[in-house]
């Protein structure tokens, strides 16, 4: 099985490769990235997010995403996190793929504005403690009763499994990473 890791605002990091390296002992990695130029590198999120907002936008990842995976003919496993995570919400609720085996998408904080998605390939949201522009709360609650959803709160915060975020938890970090290896029902 390869493991397709969906990136959040930073894009291809060298971080991120080393959590896909971690994740994916067996079937290898491929890393989705918003950005064509490869090494693109922020100071911080607030400079990510306006890179991100100017020169990609969610609906320009959204159909990346799409056309990278028409060319993925094994079974594979989406991971994305934050605004890659929302992209996957959006695959998954658009097609289906009999190669898809599994999603895990944490802190996706734009599923709120497709929140009328329904995903047509079961889907687990990692959840992050709070989110400052919205209640995470009310979210989960309009998520949960939806088909083919599990969630999984936390008690950490948007960007957890990022070490460039500022809310980076090692300790959590090493948690899902165990728990994403180990789970590849």
Same mark, same amino acid.
């Not at 599994?102 to 996706?108: C, E, I, N, Q, V």
């Given at each position: 099985?390869?493991?397709? +890791?969906?990136?959040?605002?930073?894009?291809?990091?060298?971080?991120?490769?080393?959590?896909?390296?971690? &994740?994916?002992?067996?079937?290898?990695?491929?890393? +989705?990235?918003?950005?064509?130029?490869?090494?693109?590198?922020?100071? @911080?999120?607030?400079?990510?997010?306006?890179?991100?907002?100017? @020169? &990609?936008?969610?609906?320009?990842?959204?159909?990346?995403?799409?056309?990278?995976?028409?060319?993925?003919?094994?079974?594979?496993?989406?991971?994305?996190?934050? &605004?890659?995570a929302s992209v996957c919400w959006k695959y998954i609720a658009?097609?289906? %793929?009999?190669?898809?085996?599994?999603?895990?998408?944490?802190?996706?904080?734009?599923?709120? @504005?497709?929140?009328?998605?329904?995903?047509?390939?079961?889907?687990?949201?990692?959840?992050?403690?709070?989110?400052?522009?919205?209640?995470?709360?009310?979210?989960?609650?309009?998520?949960?009763?939806?088909? %083919? &959803?599990?969630?999984?709160?936390?008690?950490?915060?948007?960007?957890?499994?990022n070490e460039l975020s500022e809310n980076y938890c090692e300790?959590?970090?090493?948690?899902? +990473?165990?728990?994403?290896?180990?789970?590849?029902?």
């Amino acid at each position: 099985m390869q493991y397709i +890791v969906v990136s959040d605002i930073f894009g291809k990091t060298p971080e991120l490769e080393r959590f896909a390296e971690s &994740v994916s002992y067996k079937g290898g990695f491929q890393i +989705v990235s918003p950005y064509k130029k490869e090494n693109l590198q922020f100071s @911080n999120e607030l400079e990510a997010y306006s890179y991100f907002s100017e @020169n &990609v936008g969610i609906d320009v990842y959204f159909k990346q995403l799409c056309s990278y995976i028409l060319s993925i003919n094994i079974p594979f496993r989406l991971i994305g996190f934050s &605004v890659g995570a929302s992209v996957c919400w959006k695959y998954i609720a658009n097609t289906t %793929n009999e190669n898809l085996i599994k999603t895990d998408l944490f802190y996706g904080s734009q599923i709120r @504005n497709f929140i009328n998605l329904e995903p047509l390939t079961p889907v687990n949201l990692i959840m992050p403690k709070s989110e400052l522009h919205f209640s995470i709360d009310s979210l989960i609650q309009r998520l949960q009763n939806k088909q %083919n &959803v599990s969630i999984d709160t936390t008690q950490y915060f948007h960007g957890f499994m990022n070490e460039l975020s500022e809310n980076y938890c090692e300790r959590a970090y090493q948690q899902y +990473v165990t728990i994403l290896s180990s789970d590849i029902s």
